[in-house]
């Protein structure tokens, strides 16, 4: 459908903002990629479980069938650019023949001792063209560093040991396998490591810790905070642990969030009968416009079982999602771009939209700090959407209306705003004629209680939505076991725990 694009310069400055917060063309390049394969087999795999508690000799673990190329195949079907790979995860064994330990891919009956799961994944990345990301655990259970010790061991005198351990671990792994592109320290690293990372993979970005250059929403759900500033102050940046709390317009540090989630509800790794916990395909596609549709990118995990295969049910959701994803730009009625606070984009006659995709120049940090979507319909303007901010993308979401042009506006900015595209799509499909706006999560809803659901003898899921509870990073919830249930109550002013507090991960 053609269009005609027309841009009427207008600048509304609003206070006089400091030095804003520029990414990195390695954070740009980041942003680009939208969506990313999380990996998650572990010996915990094998016992049904979340954490590896040692119970599985390694003679056990045979993942007969495992194949890097199926595993890829995934990653393209949901649209992934990069995949994650867990080569080590709390319990210390490594998907690599790693000289650092005995708990390893060497010692399991899987090629008769003689596979590197890691080799393999980084040739098969390089095949398919995806990037190729590494998480090792910075704590291992092993050594007594614990879950969330950021690798401090809780005998003192262990920690010089475990530092060269976790040292060579990631020595082995960035000096072996080619470009690494992204390094993944869950809950933070006390243990430096910035030398290994400036010589080995100086361009790589990272997650959490001291030499962050990504961080943490504050949830595992892939619902990015509102509203998704992606700076933070210096200090924050420089903790090691900055989340979605400390999100700042004003921040002088572009430090983005990164939205992991699960395909399996509340849980990483894979395991018996859990067909049932697969997220169906809108949930899915909520969080693709609640996380990339926010100007991050989504972190989607997949898992394997004891075969060393995605299951075929898994493969179909990723193939569905990525259909779904396509969908939301296969119908464009229209874009325009360029340089000023006011675009409009005209019809040739009326035509019915659901949703806009805008993105500015975030090289110039976040220069648009408050806009508006309005379309035309006669001769009224009418409000479609608003919010802030824009960002790498932003996918605004209203009920199907017609009308003869479409306005950005944009209200409030630090400088003059450079829109990269202002783009108009009509979709019938998932997501369709839902609002997307910047308002706080609805006043907070009481639960009573929860109940067991989906009870089977392997899995009993205790579920109960907390998304009315939790209103932004930075409040929490109580939880009381009360009889045979529990009851939930909101507080307010601590830290929101991840959800691995509470042994769910």
């Known amino acids: 459908m053609r269009s005609v694009c027309l841009m009427t310069v207008v ?52 993942p007969s069938q495992l194949d890097t190329e199926q595993w890829c195949g995934a990653a393209e079907l949901m649209g992934a650019k990069q995949v994650l790979f867990v080569a080590k995860h709390t319990g210390g064994f490594c998907w690599w023949p790693t000289e650092t330990t005995e708990y390893c891919v060497r010692n399991i009956g899987w090629k008769g001792g003689k596979g590197d799961v890691l080799g393999d994944l980084a040739v098969s990345c390089r095949r398919h063209g995806l ?85 943490w929403p504050g949830n595992e759900q892939g619902i990015t905070p509102e509203p998704a500033w992606q700076t933070v102050a210096g200090a924050a940046a420089k903790s090691g642990g900055a989340t979605g709390v400390h999100s700042d317009p004003e921040g002088d540090v572009w430090l983005p969030m990164e939205m992991d989630t699960t ?37 989607l995990n997949a898992t394997p079982d004891t075969t060393g295969l995605i299951p075929e049910s898994h493969m179909q959701r990723y193939r569905e999602f990525g259909e779904g994803v396509r969908g939301v730009y296969a119908n464009k009625k229209g874009a325009t771009a360029g340089a000023g606070a006011e675009l409009e984009l005209r019809f040739e006659r009326p035509e019915t939209v659901t949703h806009a995709v805008i993105r500015e120049d975030i090289a110039q940090g976040h220069t ?14 009418r409000l479609l959407s608003e919010g802030k901010p ?10 199907a209306t017609r009308v003869d042009a479409l306005r950005l506006r944009v209200t409030e900015s630090a400088g003059v705003p450079n829109i990269l595209e202002f783009a108009a799509y009509e979709t019938s499909g998932i997501g369709a004629g839902a609002q997307a706006g910047t308002a706080d999560v609805a006043a907070p809803v009481a639960v009573d209680g929860w109940k067991k659901v989906a009870v089977t003898s392997e899995w009993q899921t205790v579920e109960v939505d907390l998304t009315p509870l939790i209103r932004r990073p930075g409040e929490c919830i109580e939880i009381r076991e009360s009889g045979g249930g529990g009851s939930i109550i909101e507080t307010a002013g601590t830290p929101l725990p991840r959800l691995n507090d509470f042994g769910l991960n």
């Open 368 to 381: 648009v700090r408050r806009y508006r979507v309005e379309g035309l319909a006669g001769v009224e303007w």
């Open 263 to 299: 395909l399996l509800d509340h849980k990483w790794f894979w395991g018996p009968n859990t067909d049932h916990m697969i997220k169906p395909l809108d949930k899915l596609m909520d969080i693709y416009f609640k996380s990339v549709g926010r100007g991050c990118v989504l972190l």
């Open 11 to 62: 600048i509304l400055m609003g206070p006089a903002w400091g030095q804003r917060g520029v990414p990195t063309l390695e954070q740009i390049a980041w942003h680009e990629m939208e969506i990313e394969m999380f990996l998650c087999l572990d010996p915990c795999t094998w016992q049904g479980r979340e954490y590896d508690d040692h119970s599985t000799a390694l003679d056990q673990i045979n």
């Open 390 to 399: 824009i960002g790498y993308k932003r996918i605004d979401r209203f009920p």
């Open 131 to 215: 990037k190729l990301g590494i998480y090792i655990y910075p704590g291992d259970d092993q050594w007594g560093a614990p879950i969330g010790s950021g690798g401090k061991t809780n005998d003192p005198a262990k920690q010089e040991a475990y530092n060269q351990v976790l040292r060579q671990q990631w020595t082995e792994v960035l000096s072996g396998y080619g470009e690494i592109s992204e390094l993944w320290f869950d809950g933070s690293c006390v243990i430096e490591l910035g030398d290994i990372i400036k010589q080995y993979a100086p361009k790589a970005m990272v997650f959490q810790g001291p030499h962050a250059t990504l961080r």
